[in-house]
């Protein structure tokens, strides 16, 4: 995984195919599945990319632990990163529709539910850009590159069926997390 070469320096191996670039304050991934582009703190940390080992060296105090922070912070980062763009990451959801049957499709860049608790208009929610969702009867498959969208895309789903205005106690609808998004290849 990570080796600590010196303080304040991490060195992390990426797979193969994967390469980053910083251009313009921007850490630019490139992989087998796709591209990320990240904003990245070059005035904090600088970066340095041969083969398949990414080397991160921190510009600030190594004796606080803020900063030694901040550079384990990217050192995982750039492993997600390397792993999301070669192998993948997936989210798994449940829809619960105990009072009313609700219908969940996918169109195009949106997630449509309707009848969420009787309800005339549908309920949508965007998708995260570089994030696919599939309906396989009452699970929602999610899936994508990189693991913050597919995160960001579940929490959008999971915000656009909140209930308010009923004792949530009784009413329990809506579409939940039952597998938080994980890169594939970390089973």
Known sequence: MSTEKEVGQEVVEVPKGVSFRLADGTLLAKGPLGEIRRPFPGDALSIASSGTTVTLALRLP???????ALLK??????RNL????TAGVEA?????AA?????VAVRGEELVIENFLGEKHPRTT?????????VDGEFVLLSGHDVEQVGQSAANIERATRIRDYDPRVFQDGIYLIERAHLKGAD
Request: charged share 20%; glycine share 8%.
């Open 126 to 134: 965007r998708l995260v850009p570089g994030t696919k969702a599939t």
């Open 62 to 68: 190594v004796h606080r632990k803020r900063h030694q």
């Open 82 to 85: 390397g792993v999301g763009l």
């Open 99 to 103: 009072h009313f049957p609700m219908k």
């Open 92 to 96: 798994k959801m449940k829809v619960v």
């Open 73 to 78: 912070t990217w050192a995982a980062h750039i």
